[in-house]
């Protein structure tokens, strides 16, 4: 029986609540589709899922797993919301926050980023490691589009917007290890030199402030942003693109 | 992949010989790192309008080949010198100098490491394991040449030999020689059976019986992991697809293993033979050998294997007269990339892409090379079937014990008076190999390499088996003059040097765990620091998306439970020490002051 009295054959329980899904969805999908939040950075319900933030980690019948990758299946049990659970995000948050530049105060994503509003959800107050301060310089080329690398998770949803939906590849990933970073994809390796259009899901993907639109600097005041305003955990919430 | 703009620069002579690389591959995108391999052995280096060239040619966005070749440790967007010397980095070959090797190369040569000399003559850099550590310390040349037992003599010549430009195919020939050391022979490293025997064998009894055979013998994954071969084989069998792949892993890249480069340079008849049984059962018309990119000088031999079967028709068309028992093998060399050991990301690899591990399920046995059933097995596993083959699954499975059936092959280095390969049926007790190669007053073994187990001396009655101490072939030992910390050190710099960088506890994390061992390393951590490090640890085991990063702390829990005093005795302070000093962050200020008297000085600055 679920929550609702109704009958189900396909269910699993999410930190003790009965989650429906459908066949084939993965543990991710489903809990997101029932309304049900679980922190993740890298998926995106139109996307196929990438599994590379691991922020979404879950624990299927105590075995450590990625809930946008693993398959959901009856009668799973799955921890999500622990004590746990929740230090290994914020753990994996503090890396990627010390990976790259973030200083919120000054980015035109703070409020409506999907880094910074995880962050605050999960508790993290520090980043714990010391900061690895990159060299990135950010490419400024394209008259409507601002490329800041600085801020890059690779989270690929930009690569695999071009690429599936705008059916343009812009972006590429480069590099490998600590070093692994984010191509466009045109001869001077510049984005003035690609296709790419503002219009593009490509440039509205970005779940933080690496692709952003030029000359709309706080347009929405601080305080009146998507996440100043209601949590990531809530339905419709969930991802900041 | 869609086709992207086109970029391609005019036409030019060099562009004229692109085309031609790309046409002698078929056009074929999935071979791009063979393209780029090709390309730089012809060049150098990749140049960026070669890139450009390519991606036209193969109507690939320029972006991707960009990604693929900034993806592969041995593909330079920079170029590196007519001699490119990598030295090998592991724990083995610095135990035997490579350092103080490397650092006097450097000075006689004028350079400093990771450099190109100013008259575009010569690069020296650390890489990781060559595979040589039974004969180190040991370089690689221009990605192409070994040269084994270094001396400060050799190092001294061969600095004149690069100075004088003398092609490396003229350097003294005993430099070249690679020794198999084979100290202890079994079924694999014995006397070997006659090329087709086993394949004969396999026919006689059919597919079907074949692999009830290889399922009979208990055999399981020589290369780490430890699969069932005959389950294997058998999901690949029965899944669907429009063609099925038998691939040879021979990306030996776990420091300290080298069993399987004697097995390609000794015994590949015994290798093309177990695949080609392995291709009868599962109904495979490819095979694909995946050759480390350090193995480079093995290609021409194994080539020569290729074609002498193919001679003898037990390769290519109706083998052995066998109407519709078709089968070949094409060798795909890497580019430098530890991570392509993984069987998913070998097979990106064999696709022409970054070699990151892919999500599984779907496993390759069910969705591998180009989305079609594959079997990925290990060197010595496709030797280990050839004899299964041949004698049958009972004989094997008589063979070690009841969970792990048959013999394995261990690759010994480090401190012992023996290093080469000793091959025992599996149940073997650690202190008999060390015994057998004349190791004294070991303090501890790393079993199976970095990604395998540390185990110290109240262990040595501890059996080599699945159920006990598994393995995956190294087998390095270090005795009680040697510092554990530096050991796992070693091995934390090899884990962030390899990490793909797709996940992030792997990408991040790695490179923290270097940053906190380099601290303790300088005298400057504290307890606190070693917590971090046990953070890491179970971070990285629970959260990575592959088993590279997984195991990536393996070395460093291990030897902070077994040795602990190698640790304390670096700590700074009991409490808390910054991951930065303080003074030396000044000394910007000082340069810019033109001060360096005390009171430009921290007080508590040391």
């Known amino acids: 029986m679920t929550a609702h009295g109704r009958y189900s054959g396909s269910t699993f329980s999410l930190d003790g609540e009965d989650v429906e899904f459908h066949p084939g969805e993965t543990i991710l999908q489903a809990a997101h589709r029932a309304g049900r939040y679980i922190p993740h950075l890298c998926w995106h319900p139109e996307f196929h899922p990438h599994g590379s933030c691991r922020v979404c980690l879950v624990k299927v019948d105590g075995r450590v797993a990625a809930s946008c990758t693993t398959r959901a299946a009856v009668g799973q049990t799955i921890e999500s919301a622990t004590e746990e659970i929740n230090a290994t995000r914020k753990t994996l948050l503090q890396m990627l926050f010390v990976e790259g530049n973030h200083f919120c105060p000054s980015c035109e994503k703070s409020g409506n980023c999907l880094l910074q509003a995880t962050a605050y959800e999960v508790g993290m107050e520090g980043p714990h490691f010391e900061e690895f301060y990159p060299d990135r310089p950010v490419d400024a080329s394209h008259p409507d589009i601002l490329l800041d690398f600085n801020r890059c998770i690779l989270c690929e949803l930009c690569v695999r917007a071009s690429r599936d939906v705008d059916h343009k590849n812009v972006f590429s990933i480069g590099g490998n290890g600590i070093g692994t970073h984010l191509l466009v994809n045109s001869p001077s390796g510049r984005l003035a030199d690609t296709n790419i259009a503002p219009t593009d899901r490509a440039a509205s993907v970005c779940p933080v402030g690496v692709i952003l639109p030029k000359r709309r600097g706080f347009s929405t005041p601080i305080g009146d942003r998507r996440y100043d305003v209601k949590s990531v955990a809530e339905p419709g919430n969930q991802e900041a693109s | ?606």
């Open chain 2, 1 to 606: 992949m869609t086709k992207t703009p086109s970029m391609r620069p005019a036409a030019s002579g060099q562009d004229l010989e692109i085309a031609a690389l790309c046409a002698s591959h078929g056009m074929d995108p999935h071979d791009l790192v063979q393209v780029l391999r090709e390309l730089q052995e012809a060049r150098g280096w990749l140049p960026r309008d070669a890139l450009a060239a390519v991606a036209a040619e193969l109507k690939l966005p320029l972006s991707h080949v960009e990604g693929v070749a900034g993806f592969y440790r041995f593909f330079h967007q920079q170029p590196v010198g007519s001699y490119r010397i990598l030295f090998s980095d592991n724990i083995t070959d610095r135990m035997l100098g490579s350092a103080a090797l490397m650092d006097d190369l450097c000075r006689r040569l004028r350079i400093a490491p990771g450099t190109m000399r100013d008259d575009g003559r010569v690069s020296v850099a650390p890489t990781s394991c060559t595979g040589l550590c039974d004969q180190g310390p040991a370089v690689l040349v221009n990605h192409h040449h070994v040269v084994t037992r270094l001396d400060a003599a050799r190092i001294e010549q061969m600095a004149h030999l690069v100075d004088d430009g003398v092609p490396v195919t003229q350097w003294p020939a005993p430099w070249f020689v690679v020794e198999d050391h084979v100290q202890r022979a079994d079924v694999l490293l014995g006397p070997q059976p006659a090329p087709g025997s086993a394949i004969a064998a396999a026919r006689a009894r059919g597919r079907q019986a074949t692999l009830d055979e290889v399922k009979r013998s208990n055999l399981r994954g020589r290369g780490g992991a430890g699969f069932a071969t005959g389950v294997k084989w058998e999901l690949c069998r029965k899944a669907r697809g429009s063609a099925h792949y038998v691939v040879c892993n021979a990306d030996e890249g776990e420091p300290g293993t080298f069993k399987d480069r004697v097995l390609l340079a000794r015994h590949a008849d015994a290798i093309v033979e177990g695949m080609t049984v392995a291709a009868y059962v599962v109904g495979a018309k490819r095979g694909l050998v995946y050759l480390r990119g350090e193995y480079r000088y093995l290609l021409d031999g194994l080539r020569a294997v290729l074609q002498r079967r193919r001679g003898q028709n037990l390769l290519g068309a109706a083998i052995q007269g066998d109407e519709g028992f078709d089968f070949d093998i094409d060798i795909h060399v890497g580019a430098g990339a530890y991570v392509c050991g993984e069987e998913s990301a070998l097979i990106e690899s064999l696709e022409g892409k970054r070699g990151t591990p892919r999500i599984r399920p779907p496993f390759p046995v069910e969705h591998g090379y180009l989305g079609q059933p594959t079997t990925v097995n290990n060197v010595e596993t496709f030797c280990a079937a050839t004899h299964v083959a041949l004698h049958g699954g009972a004989w094997w499975a008589r063979i070690g014990t009841p969970k792990s059936s048959g013999t394995k092959i261990h690759s010994v280095s480090g401190d012992c008076e023996r290093p080469g390969l000793y091959e025992y049926p599996y149940g073997t007790r650690i202190g008999r190999i060390l015994e057998d190669c004349g190791a004294r007053d070991t303090q501890a073994v790393q079993v199976g390499g970095p990604s395998g187990l540390c185990v110290s001396a109240f262990e040595f009655g501890r059996r080599i088996a699945f159920e006990d101490v598994p393995t995956a072939g190294a087998f390095m030992i270090f005795n009680r003059s040697r510092d554990m910390f530096e050991v796992a050190r070693n091995f934390a710099r090899f884990f962030a040097h390899e990490s793909c960088g797709f996940c992030t506890p792997c990408r991040v994390g790695t490179a923290l765990v270097v940053k906190r061992m380099d601290k303790l390393a300088e005298g400057r951590g504290s307890r606190h620091d070693v917590e971090v490090l046990f953070e890491l640890d179970k971070l990285m085991h629970a959260a990575t998306h592959c088993g590279l990063g997984a195991s990536a702390c393996n070395p460093l829990r291990d030897t902070i439970a077994k040795f602990r005093p190698a640790y304390e005795s670096r700590l700074k302070s009991l409490h808390f020490e910054p991951g930065f000093d303080l003074d030396a962050e000044l000394s910007v200020a000082r340069r810019m002051t033109g001060r360096d008297d005390p009171a430009a000085h921290l007080e508590a600055s040391r």
